[in-house]
């Protein structure tokens, strides 16, 4: 069964569903300013914003007349940029290149390239290139945005009930540890999961609803202080118009409902139900997102125009119980199928509350350019699913790498976007099968058996910043692109998070010619404050280095080793009094706290 789950998905999961549609995306105009400068082993392309883009296509060629192509940082999935600076580093180092850039209105369309310009990444010498990056310590600020606070992504929920072991480790209870620590330690808000109606919850018993099942699980996750954003699928057996369609080792039927009067009746029985159990004021704070990535074949069996047509009917359920609720989608893969929502519900008068999407391997598009066309502006935009990669059972899930790329995507959605979803916050996590060694590139922040990885820490560091955001300026090579930080203040105490990092994929292990010695410039500190450091890199603060020669499934004693060799430590640091100066290799990062020194 684990298996044939694994071979279906492998076979269908790029297949999308009907990109036919009766309306045309604006034709966008190329971005006019156009800039690539090449370093040390990157070319960064910076670009001019276009209104009404959602992203932006890097476009690539060698030689002065050869085809441009996409630059591909091998993420598996979207390569299309929310906004500028890019940094490539898939070239070859004293290659000469041409780039362009193409607005992107859509994730399946784009406009024509800009004119092109040139740039050669440099070959790397016996010095690491300066970074200087200057905090404005005694500016004003702004309030600092935290996505990651919002919504966590989770292994569907009645797991939370389940008493069988993986690894030794009993699954129920490590999940509900596992999504207690994000909540008590990352302050996270709210849990999105699948299959709520999957038939191990039995909501539906011939033709009466039985939602206690639900109410169990509910009630796990109120107790640990998160709400649910209910995702209104999958189908029940008893109400699908072919069962035999499924996904994932548990089988989740993923058909259209044979009657959607049956489908309406369900929908809204279950949300009356929640608000008579857990009060109406309670449940106005939850969202109701319909069904996962219908947009792919492999997660719904019908086509976009029943998928709307479900939308239609669940989202009619959910106002029927109060017009207050909050209903959104189209819950889509790969930022597909918005703008198909949009234009639907306009035209049919339908609510949509939120715009929910997921996209894996970059930054989240911009799709408020979407909502303004559509005649949506007020909706809250939810990325209801992002990470590093797409693929189950990728090492890079276990990384460093991933660890600094959450740090980059979280920047780039501060202030732009409501929720950014981290997929997911434990390897207790069995859509392709169960876990088959502690180490088995689980989507998972924390390993069975609780360990925190790279990611987790990453969230650690975000954590730590305080509520004022300071600005930055960059200047040097990889200054903005490459390297990024995010500095903030609070009453007594300044932080700032320096990262390395490039989209690439294919330097996850690490490249040297991209480390950089960064000087971050402080003027106007008290030079009296003391200085600490926080690093997470590879071998510091890294599950998949220090496991290294364990068996597959690590004894309690090596576990407990394991987690004390890789938390995350914090030591004081010499500066002279108005600037740090620190080397960040590529893939790593820095948490700067500065404080009056103690008496």
């Known amino acids: 069964m684990q298996e044939d789950a694994k071979t279906d998905w492998d076979e269908r999961i790029a297949l999308r569903s009907d990109e036919e549609r009766a309306f045309a995306f604006p034709e966008l105009d190329p971005p006019k300013e156009i800039r690539a400068v090449g370093g040390v082993g990157q070319v960064t392309i910076d670009w001019s914003p276009v209104d009404g883009a959602a992203g932006y296509l890097i476009l690539r060629g060698a030689g002065a007349h050869g085809p441009l192509e ?52 440099l070959v790397a010498g016996s010095i690491s290139p300066t970074v200087t990056v200057t905090v404005g310590v005694v500016a004003e600020g702004t309030e600092l945005a ?61 033709d009466a ?68 159990r857990y009060r109406l004021d309670e449940v106005l704070t939850w969202d109701f997102e319909v069904w996962n990535e219908a947009n792919l074949e492999v997660f719904w069996s019908g086509t976009k125009a029943e998928y709307l047509h479900l939308y239609d009917v669940s989202a009619a359920a959910v106002k029927s119980v109060d017009p207050r609720l909050q209903v959104g989608g189209p819950s889509s893969a790969a930022a597909g199928w918005v703008d198909d929502l949009l234009a639907h519900a306009a035209q049919h008068d339908t609510p949509v509350d939120f715009v929910s999407t997921h996209t894996y391997g970059s930054p989240p598009l911009d799709v408020r350019a979407s909502l303004e066309r559509h005649g949506f502006p007020d ?69 069975v058996g609780g360990l925190r990885k790279p990611r987790y820490h990453a969230l650690t560091l975000l954590s730590r910043l305080g509520p004022v955001e300071l600005p930055v300026t960059y200047d040097g090579d990889g200054g903005g692109s490459l390297v990024e930080a995010w500095a903030s203040r609070d009453r007594d105490r300044i932080a700032v998070l320096l990262w390395n990092l490039t989209l690439d994929q294919t330097k996850a292990a690490g490249d040297r010619a ?4 960064v000087r971050v410039q402080l003027p106007g500190v008290d030079p009296t404050w003391q200085v600490s450091t926080t690093a997470l890199a590879i071998g510091t603060a890294d599950v998949a280095t220090a496991a290294a020669g364990l068996p597959d499934w690590p004894s309690d004693a090596e576990l407990a080793d394991l987690a004390e060799r890789t938390q995350l430590v914090t030591a004081a640091a010499e500066w002279d009094g108005s600037s740090v100066e620190v080397t960040l290799p590529m893939p790593s990062a820095v948490l700067l706290e500065l404080r009056p020194a103690r008496d």
Request: charged share 20%.
């Open 70 to 121: 996409p630059v591909d940082h091998h993420s598996g999935d979207v390569l299309s940029v929310p906004s500028p600076p890019y940094v490539d580093t898939t070239g070859t180092p004293g290659t000469p290149y041409r780039y362009a850039v193409a607005s992107v209105p859509e994730v399946t369309a784009h406009g024509r390239p800009s004119h092109t310009v040139g740039a050669v990444p």
């Open 146 to 206: 935290k996505p990651w606070t919002p919504m966590i992504g989770s292994e569907r929920l009645s797991q939370l009930l389940c008493r069988d072991l993986t690894g030794g480790h009993e699954i129920g209870a490590e999940l509900e540890d596992a999504l207690r620590r994000v909540h008590d330690e990352l302050g996270v808000r709210t849990v999105r999961a699948h299959a709520i109606f999957h038939d191990d919850t039995h909501v539906v018993d011939g």
């Open 209 to 276: 609803y039985d939602f206690s099942v639900v109410d169990q699980i509910y009630d796990k996750l109120l107790g640990i202080g998160l709400r649910p954003v209910v995702e209104l699928g999958f189908m029940p057996r008893e109400l699908a118009s072919d069962p035999d369609r499924t996904v994932f080792a548990y089988g989740a039927i993923i058909s259209p409902p044979a009657s959607y009067e049956r489908w309406h009746g369900l929908v809204r029985a279950f949300v009356q139900h929640l608000v008579d």
């Open 379 to 447: 909706a809250r935009v939810l990325w209801t699913e992002w990470g590093v990669t797409p693929t189950h059972f990728n090492p890079i899930n276990d990384s460093v790498f991933s660890g600094v790329f959450l740090l980059r995507g979280m920047r780039s959605a501060a202030g732009r976007i409501d929720a950014l979803s981290y997929w997911v916050a434990s390897d207790h996590f069995e859509e392709l099968g169960r876990p088959p060694r502690l180490l088995h590139g689980g989507f998972g922040l924390q390993t």
């Open 514 to 517: 991209l480390t950089r010695t």
